[in-house]
């Protein structure tokens, strides 16, 4: 059962979330889709495992000191967990956001004590719909702020705790709940970390295990293909980069693409019908797995996370 104890802080309440299984979705498939709750974190996404993981690292290995300033480019998900972790442990943090992305998460950001710089997107860009050029301006701001304030990047692309946070934890847990069952995995990418660290935990774990990346249809550059749609819908992830340093190509089994309709159809229906109440990004991730059990993994047993919360996009057309 998860978290039978009294714990000292929010941050100990990370991690050890629900799996569940998507049985009304899948009805009249052959095969199961298993969906790890990450929405249940206390900022509600995946993204409180990395901010965990790489604030207990650079502490352990000297590279945070105490007081310091941490900064990190963040779509707002990874934001909120290192506004949470830096809340607990007394740094201060600054968290720099591209315009484009949901405005409940600047909010709550600044709820948890974060100093929140918006970025404004490209002239060409939509609010909603933030591309891997809106991404490069957030970046750039980022590393300007680092500079002035000497402060602490939280680097979520590059740093190996994105990755550790994910192999350690999230990956042995879905082995555990499941019973080891698991037959294949998809996922998302946005900065690759938790595909990557789960990949890795299943592969090691049983090598039979195929691991398929995920991204947005005409943002698929991961899978080879033209770049058609950099301004896609799916906040979080998809942002057509190719140079991601966490991605292990022996993992990848394969790729998916989910277009935005039906990662916005998926995410309604896991509401709808199974009481999720998720993402864009989870949306995708679910509607991967269906074409999964509609073609390559017909009769497996495929395992999703989803990566947070619905609440995050009350102040967009998610939910009409």
Known sequence: MRHTKLLSSAIEAIGE?????????????????????????????????????IIADAEADGRLKRGQTVVELTSGNTGTGLAIVCAVK????????SRGNSMERARMMRALGADV?????????????????????VEQEARRI?????????????L??????HYLHTGPEFIRQSGGGIGAFCDLVGTGGSF????????????????YIVEPVGAAILAGHTVTNPNHRIQGGG???????????????????VSDEDAIEMARRLAREE?????????????????????ACRGSTIAVIMCDSGLKYLSTDLWP
């Open 160 to 165: 190996r705790s994105n990755f550790r946070a």
């Open 239 to 257: 942002y057509a980069m190719a140079e991601l340093p966490m991605l292990s190509m022996p993992h990848i089994d394969g790729y998916v693409q």
């Open 275 to 295: 009481g999720v109440f998720a993402g864009f990004s989870s949306g995708a991730n679910a509607a991967a797995a269906v074409q999964l059990l509609q073609g």
């Open 17 to 53: 979330t629900p799996l569940v299984e998507l049985s009304r979705i899948t009805r009249g498939l052959q095969g199961r889709v298993l969906a790890k709750l990450d929405y249940l974190n206390p900022g509600f996404s995946k993204k409180d495992r990395i901010a965990r993981q």
């Open 146 to 158: 680092v500079s002035e304030r000497a402060a602490f990047r939280a680097d979520q692309f590059h």
């Open 196 to 211: 990557a660290g789960c990949a890795a935990a299943f592969k090691e774990h049983d090598p039979s295990i195929r691991c």
């Open 117 to 137: 710089v918006l970025v404004d997107q490209l002239p060409e860009s939509k609010a909603g719909q933030v591309s891997g050029g809106d991404l490069a301006l």
């Open 90 to 97: 007394g740094y201060p943090f600054v968290a720099v956001m």
